[in-house]
């Protein structure tokens, strides 16, 4: 199991970007999938989860400017940020609970990082 991130990169302040996380390999099923980010020095947080059961949780600092969705036959996540400051500024990381074809319980795997700065 594999999940590849991707759309990170440079923008201004008031800029969007649209990361997105893809899942593959053996998998039954994917339960939650999540969005992190840790900017230096700091310690990782969480940025938004989606789960079918639950919906979708954003932190307070990310509330309203971005938005979680995933496309289940895709097996992806897609994390639209609009409205960038400056403090977004961080390493993100995507997270999945996933459940392989022939195993009892899910495991919790965790994509690459991808970098986002948000800078004039």
């Known amino acids: 199991v594999q999940l590849q991130a991707s759309g990170g990169g440079l923008v201004q302040p008031g800029g969007s970007l649209r990361l997105s996380c893809a899942a593959s390999g053996i998998i039954f099923s994917i339960g939650a999938m999540s969005w992190y980010r840790q900017a230096p020095e700091k310690q990782r947080e969480l940025v938004a989860r989606?789960?079918?059961?639950?919906?979708?949780t954003y932190a307070s600092s990310v509330k309203g400017r971005f938005t979680l969705s995933r496309d289940n036959t895709k097996r992806t996540a897609y994390l639209q940020m609009n409205s960038l400051k400056a403090e977004d500024t961080a390493t993100y990381y995507c997270n999945a609970e996933i459940l392989q074809h022939g195993m009892r319980y899910s495991e919790n795997y965790w994509g690459h990082g991808t970098l986002v700065t948000v800078s004039s």
């Open positions: 989606i789960t079918s059961r639950e919906g979708t």
